[in-house]
């Protein structure tokens, strides 16, 4: 069946992304607002991010997600493609995550995470699937492990991690014997606690103790050689508010002074002060950090509207989930829920320093083509399952 059918859609659903989508047009407006000289058409731009998005969004719900499982190896196949293209185009500040295009810039990592949604939903969906056999546990790692490592390499490893969770959520709820997946998460804790075996820690300078200089656990800071210098400054940023606060930690500062200082109300729209006179800074106040723009202007009012709107939006991926007609949109949905939870409570943990500073953008707030669009990508394919769900007397 395709075609779209008004009566059949989740009009809460699609409510609640038109409220997202004209708030982020808003506050990236608002976020650039004394920087208009340098980036006078941002908002702009996002506001046509959001209209290619809603038109891709449109495409995908008239088109019957059935078909998409059929051409789960051809979508994933191409991700990874575009994720191997990255590498041959230039380093953009240290890390090659983007596809130069005209007038726009390709991140495909975003689109790796629901090609592995996709594909793990219509592996695992297969009529002749054994749930409890090795095979298939091993077989829906390679899946998410190999854009895993190609994302981890670029380097960017908060994107990677996500998709730890929507493998792990997906091969869940399918029934994949629970023995398993305790053995190979015991695997990863095993490899991981064998790594924390090679840190080495920061210790003192012979000069420092000689003047009386005494470091506590939290002074101690640990070297990680896997990770890159700007993942390691963020977590000792996490674990030391006194670390760098004029450098490595001048985000997390400002951004938990942003939030605070909004109040119960806020100061009102375009009257955020940390972010109008520069100490959130203009380059990722827009995109990473758009929660605290909203905070301040908003206030904690303003915070609790964003957040009912994503919990009804989850909600929703949750219920289109419980009502599909097959396996595969009933997966697929669930995949793209979790991967939009772990967004929202990363970026909105870090804006409060409750997580470190990762670069995990706002559904459908945060300025970027790629993240809108793929964004609307994975809600139109919800939508689409959602339309065609099996009826209830």
Partial sequence: MNGIQPK???????????????MSVAFVFSARFKSADLYGDTWEKQLLFAIMGMGVYAAIVWFDYKVISTLSWWIYAGAIVLLLAV???????????????PGF???????????VAIKLGAFLSAPDREMDE??????????????????????????????????LAIMLYAGVKRKLLLIGL???????????????????????????????????????????????????????????????????????????????????????????????PSAVAQSDFIFCVISEETGFIGSAFILTLYAVLLGRCMRVSLRSRDEFGRLMALGIGVM???????????????????????????????????TLIALGLVQSVYQRRRIRN
Wanted: hydrophobic share 45%; charged share 15%.
């Fill in 8 to 22: 059949r859609l989740d009009w809460t659903m699609l409510s609640t992304i038109f409220l997202l989508v004209a």
């Fill in 87 to 101: 590498f041959l185009f230039p380093a953009n500040n240290g890390a090659q995550r983007w596809i130069p295009l």
């Fill in 340 to 374: 939009l939870f772990c967004h929202v409570f990363v970026n909105i943990a870090m804006t409060i320093g409750v997580l470190p500073i990762t670069g995990l953008p706002l559904p459908l707030m945060s300025y970027g083509g790629s993240f809108m669009v793929s």
């Fill in 186 to 280: 015991a695997a990863v804790v095993l490899l991981g606690t064998t790594a924390c075996l090679w840190i080495k820690y920061e210790k003192p300078t012979q000069e420092q103790l000689d003047a009386g200089y005494v470091p506590d656990r939290h002074q101690v800071l640990p070297r990680m050689p896997v990770l890159h210098d700007y993942q390691k400054d963020r977590i000792r940023v996490f674990v030391r508010n006194d670390h760098d606060v004029a450098g490595a930690g001048w985000n997390k500062l400002q951004s938990q002074i942003a939030v605070g200082s909004g109040g119960l109300h806020g100061k009102g729209y375009l009257k955020g002060t940390q972010n109008i006179l520069g100490f959130l």
């Fill in 134 to 167: 090795w095979k298939t546990f091993f077989s829906c790692a390679a899946i998410a492990g190999l854009p895993f490592i190609l994302i981890a390499i670029e380097p960017d490893l908060s994107t990677s991690l996500t998709l730890a969770p929507i493998t």
């Fill in 105 to 115: 810039t390709l991140q495909p990592s975003e689109l790796a995470k629901i090609a």
